[in-house]
């Protein structure tokens, strides 16, 4: 009996084994095999809390198995629509990878699949070089070949791969080997134009030789011809998105009906192969390594994630990434060409909480996105994205100052500046009488100091001090600072014929421009500051500063001694620095002022900027020329000459650092392997 009963437990194990082995897709895993990561206020990569998990994989599809399979798309009806190329056929399959029916007339190689809210599916057939269109029963009931019309080109190419349709029956393909743009179709088959093309990307090598070759050389040059979309996609509302290979910061784009990128640079994968839009017009996107981005609609990066398959056929990871689809729950469907499979993400809690969120904010309902986005910052509180919701929603309830608060760790310049508006605005109002009064008692105080200054004990004590300060060398010779603006030629010739200015105090000078670029980077408002919160790299700075500073002393003294120029280096020395008049009378207004603007105000700032480089190029160019007795043109050569020196110098500099960084690599190395071979 006991044989008998190992024999049934036995069978009913085999069993099980083989129910497994024929169910379609595996089981979800424990957890992910990848890193999630998000991207910071400050463009950096962070890591985040999983946003999604494999849910399982379709092996195949009822009994049936893809072959090189490369589109896929979810109907309005939630039915799964498959390109599954190798087998010449659009396979059709529910949400949960039920085999339902498929297409098969007149397909040679279907490269792309669409179907519309009435059930008409559109095949893109590269092959066959056509568009092919089938009613829901899968009968054929119309195909578009080969464009007849003057826009289209007699030499242009015409092997449609991917598609989109809109709401009036226009299609919008790409074709294989035409870099033109999107082709445009109605619904009768007349060609209305090419949409959305990319721009010509041209390398600076080329640039410089289109410059210098004669024309013959320039025919005989290979052409530029844009990057072709290679996949694309479209929102509910007509917008039309493509994905690009090989586009730098480019890759991803969104169009609207008038053509017009409405992204900036996105970070995104150079070999993104497919995009799809969300329930919540969330925008993912997918490379052909496996890895997976998803996107708010105004391209702000939520989540990263995937990767490529090691050989452990872990779920979750890709071999050869082709297209994916996200359904009305966001989970997401990515297919695999080279495993032929499907591979099902389910969303988290937590992402699950960011959509919420994100819906909310996204409608403007910045108060009620307030509870779900703190709830994301519980879990994950290097979300930044979740700070400019609550700083919206702080806005909207009048708390400024926290608005500001939550904008800073968001980053968000725009909300930071309308709350410090309403905050300066209120403080003004309030403060306005007392300011008023402050600002007549500054010009009576002034009034009194230079008519009764004299007259008074106290004060004519203090003035005698300043009037004998003000005539020891040192405060002197700062003080010729002010004799520079107002004759540039006088004031360079007391420095090199009278000695106006002595090597320390114009290394005094050194340093305060120094400490001034130093406040400026790190000590501006928040709206104004160049450098993230936290991070300092005084090194560094001393090295763009003082470094080239000492650089161009340099290289102007030796190009000046070859051109018989008549200045010494000291005198170059103390020259040069004093052409910074307006930078160092300028940048404390600036540094102020960054505290107390808003964005609006920002020209303010710019303009300033603006007359310190001015000031200081027109200044470094009188400095040049009267301290070395140069003409207007020897003056512009040497300078030219001078920029020129530095940038050799500073690529020997890189190459040398380079070269010695190597010797120094590999004296660690035998180091080492003298070391442990020894022990």
Not at 36 to 41: A, N
Request: aromatic content about 12%; hydrophobic content about 40%; glycine content about 10%.
């Amino acid at each position: 009996m006991r044989v008998k009963g190992d024999r049934v437990r036995i069978v009913c194990l085999c069993a099980v084994f083989l129910c497994l082995l024929g169910c379609p897709a595996r089981a979800a895993a424990q957890g992910a095999p990848y890193t999630s990561l998000t991207i910071d206020k400050d463009g950096y990569p962070v890591r985040t809390v999983d946003g999604y998990i494999p849910g399982g994989v379709w092996d195949k599809i009822g009994e049936e198995q893809l072959r090189k399979p490369s589109d896929l798309f979810i109907s309005p009806e939630n039915e799964m629509y498959i390109a599954d190329t190798g087998n010449k056929r659009i396979l059709v399959c529910s949400l949960e990878g039920e085999y339902l029916r498929e297409i098969t007339q007149g397909l040679e190689e279907p490269a792309g699949v669409f179907v519309t809210e009435e059930g008409l599916v559109y095949v893109a057939d590269t092959k066959a070089r056509k568009i092919l269109v089938f009613d829901r029963a899968g009968a054929l009931i119309k195909e578009f070949g080969t464009p007849v019309s003057p826009l289209f080109g007699k030499s242009a190419q015409y092997a449609p791969t991917k598609l989109v349709v809109n709401r009036s029956g226009t299609i919008y393909a790409l074709s294989e080997g035409n870099a033109e743009g999107i082709l445009t179709i109605s619904d009768y088959g007349d060609f209305y134009g090419y949409f959305g093309a990319n721009e010509t990307y041209m390398s600076l090598a080329n640039r410089i030789r289109r410059a210098l070759f004669t024309e013959e050389q320039r025919k005989s040059m290979q052409k530029s011809v844009p990057p072709s979309a290679c996949n694309i996609d479209m929102d509910d509302t007509g917008l039309i998105y493509t994905v690009t290979q090989g586009a730098e910061g480019d890759g991803l784009k969104k169009f609207n009906m008038a053509g017009n990128n409405m992204f900036g640079r996105i970070p995104v994968d150079t070999l993104v192969t497919d995009v799809a839009v969300g329930s919540i017009d969330n925008i993912f996107a997918v490379s052909k390594q496996g890895y997976i981005y998803e996107y708010t609609r105004d391209g702000e990066l939520l989540f990263h994630f995937g990767g490529t398959d090691d050989g452990n056929n872990r779920m979750g990871l890709f071999i050869t990434a082709q297209a994916i689809e996200a359904d009305a729950l966001n989970r997401l469907y990515v297919l695999d060409s080279g495993r032929g499979d499907i591979t099902v993400f389910k969303p988290t809690e937590y992402a699950d909480t960011v959509h919420q969120a994100l819906a909310l904010y996204q409608e403007g309902l910045y108060t009620e996105s307030r509870e779900p986005w703190e709830s994301v910052l519980k879990r994950n509180g290097l979300f930044d994205y979740a700070y400019r919701g609550i700083a919206q929603a702080q806005y909207k309830l009048e708390d400024y100052g926290g608005a500001m608060e939550a904008a800073r760790l968001g980053g968000a310049v725009d909300t930071y500046s309308s709350a410090f508006w309403q905050i300066r605005n209120r403080w003004l109002r309030e403060h306005i009488v007392a300011v008023f009064w402050i600002l007549i008692g500054l010009v009576c105080l002034a009034k009194v100091w230079r008519t009764w200054g004299d007259r008074i004990p106290g004060i004519r004590r203090v003035r005698a001090g300043l009037r004998y300060l003000s005539r020891t060398r040192g405060i002197r010779e700062l003080g010729f600072l002010r004799y520079v603006i107002r004759n540039p030629a006088d004031a360079f010739y007391g420095i090199k014929h009278e000695g106006k200015v002595s090597a320390a105090t114009a290394t005094v000078v050194y340093l305060l421009f120094f400490l001034l670029f130093v406040a400026g980077k790190y000590g501006s408002g928040f709206l104004f500051k160049t450098v993230p919160d936290g991070q300092y790299d005084i090194g560094g700075d001393m090295v763009r500063t003082l470094g080239v500073m000492a650089l161009f002393v340099i290289c102007s003294h030796m190009i000046c001694s070859i051109r018989d120029g008549e200045a010494t280096l000291k005198q170059n020395y103390c020259a040069f620095i004093y052409c910074f008049m307006p930078y160092l009378f300028l940048k404390p207004a600036a540094l102020a002022l960054s505290h107390v603007l808003t964005y609006n105000e920002s020209f303010l700032i710019g303009m300033l900027n603006f007359i310190m480089v001015a000031g200081t190029g027109i200044l470094i160019y009188f400095c040049v020329k009267e301290i070395q007795c140069y003409t207007y043109r020897e003056t512009f050569i040497s300078i030219f000459l001078t920029l020129f020196t530095m940038l050799i110098v500073a690529a020997a500099g890189f190459i040398l650092f380079a070269l010695m960084r190597q010797v120094g690599d590999f004296v660690i190395g035998i180091y080492k392997e003298v070391y442990y071979r020894g022990r």
